[in-house]
Nanobody
Framework: QVQLVESGGGLVQAGGSLRLSCAASGRPFNRYAMGWFRQGPGKGREPVATINWSGDSTNYADSVKGRFTISRDNAKNTVYLRMNNLKPEDTGDYYC?????????????????WGRGTQVTVSS
């Protein structure tokens, strides 16, 4: 079993930055691929960024490429999402997820463990 706890959300003006963190406990963190997903108001959950077990393979949604960076520190059992140049459309609840297999994947159904989310609000 893996427990995931997100932090770092908040209210920020458009153009600002935030860094989300996801602390993991339980099974060996460094064997899991990790992902960040978000759900905006009235929208379904969508993948934002994913990273493989070693951190050398990442994927991003087209809408965040060049603005967001996913990274992980396996020594600290933590995955991060650095978000720059935030836009109002980035507003939503951001969720961290862990996948038992080490390769990245964008489908939410492929992830086995989820955090409770952290809210990000970007004002215009």
């Amino acid at each position: 079993q893996v427990q995931l706890v997100e932090s770092g959300g908040g209210l920020v003006q458009a153009g600002g930055s935030l860094r989300l963190s996801c602390a993991a406990s339980g099974r060996p963190f460094n064997r899991y691929a990790m992902g960040w997903f978000r759900q905006g108001p009235g929208k379904g959950r969508e993948p934002v960024a994913t990273i493989n077990w070693s951190g050398d393979s990442t994927n991003y949604a087209d809408s965040v490429k060049g603005r967001f960076t996913i990274s992980r520190d396996n020594a600290k059992n933590t995955v991060y999402l650095r978000m720059n140049n935030l836009k109002p459309e980035d507003t939503g609840d951001y969720y961290c997820a862990a996948r038992k297999f080490g390769a990245t994947a964008t489908g939410s159904m492929l992830y086995d463990y989820w955090g409770r989310g952290t809210q990000v609000t970007v004002s215009s």
